[in-house]
């Protein structure tokens, strides 16, 4: 039986270079090293950034239960009590309740008719084939980098001329214009990672465009929906530019109006106690739809790359 016995290296000519293969080993500490230390830096800047972003908002809610006094005096540290009034005062005295009242009945109509509108226009760009699909669909998307600023004026007659002004119908009407833009934009590339099959199997089962959409395609977009609504809602609810311009009656303000009046005018009272108390109440609705929604918004946002 004959056995095969291995052939002695070769040695290599004098002057040539002589590679060596690193190890598997070698090469997967190196990376696990890199990684490791990549991985160190990034969450060292996540948590940089996310004391950035709390530490103001704990001391404003710490310096709402403060007092005046204390509020200049000891600016950091914790209130000797909680001063519950202080709430109270801006609730009532600072008129909080009405702008509160005002702003979710505009963010409510707004926000439930961008979706609604939205939604259903994305769909039709996304499913369907026509001459103009594209323009339109560009349309949408040049009207997000449309500054607001240049729109004010001739905004503002538009408004005016209809009818339309200082009322809350009217700023519901001019919020769901301003989101359109982005609504259609994101929702369209949602719509079109959704299955056709689905769709399809409805069609043949006689359901009609409609039907398919509102029971079908609807639900099955509810991650985009959620995620595109928290947007909304946060760019609706801190507007403040449009309802100045366009919403000058002092019963119709809504919460971004009042803080400014409530700022001019306990500016010069010195209730500094209550001014935290009013900015608290308007940040709190935000802080609760995020914290609420958040893993919704994770699941929308990656929704497109899972698929």
Excluded: C
């Amino acid at each position: 039986m004959k056995t095969t016995e291995t052939p002695a290296p070769v040695p290599a000519e004098s002057g040539a270079p002589v590679t060596r293969t690193e190890p598997p080993a070698a090469r997967r500490s190196g990376r696990t090293k890199g990684g490791q230390t990549l991985n160190a830096f990034s969450h060292g800047f996540l948590v940089i950034w996310a004391i950035m972003v709390v530490t103001p908002l704990l001391w404003a809610v710490m310096t709402s239960f403060k007092d005046d006094r204390s509020i200049f005096s000891s600016p950091w540290s914790l209130p000797d009590k909680l001063h519950f009034d202080n709430w109270s005062r801006a609730w009532t005295q600072a008129n909080m309740s009405d702008y509160f009242l005002n702003t979710v009945l505009v963010v409510a109509g707004s926000l439930i008719g961008t979706l609604v509108l939205g939604s259903m226009a994305a769909y039709v760009l996304a499913r369907f084939d026509f001459p103009g699909n594209r323009f339109i669909y560009y349309l949408f998307v040049g009207g997000m980098s449309f500054p607001i600023m240049l729109a004010l004026v001739p905004l503002f007659y538009v408004v005016n001329n209809m009818g339309l002004l200082n009322t809350i119908h009217g700023l519901i009407l001019v919020y769901i214009a301003y989101s359109l833009p982005f609504t259609v934009f994101f929702l369209t590339a949602f719509f079109r990672t959704l299955p056709t099959s689905v769709a399809e199997a409805a069609f043949v089962d006689g359901a009609s465009h409609t039907r398919t959409f509102f029971q079908i395609m609807l639900p099955m977009a509810k991650p985009g929906l959620i995620s595109v609504g928290i947007f909304n809602f946060l760019g609706q609810w801190n507007q403040y530019m449009l309802p100045t311009v366009l919403n000058t009656d002092p019963d119709k303000r809504v919460l971004t109006q009042g803080l400014v009046q409530l700022a001019a005018s306990q500016g010069y009272k010195g209730d500094w106690s209550g001014l935290f108390a009013g900015l608290v109440m308007a940040m709190l609705p935000v802080l609760a739809a995020y914290i609420v929604f958040q893993r919704q918004v994770v699941q929308g946002l990656t929704a497109g790359a899972l698929k």
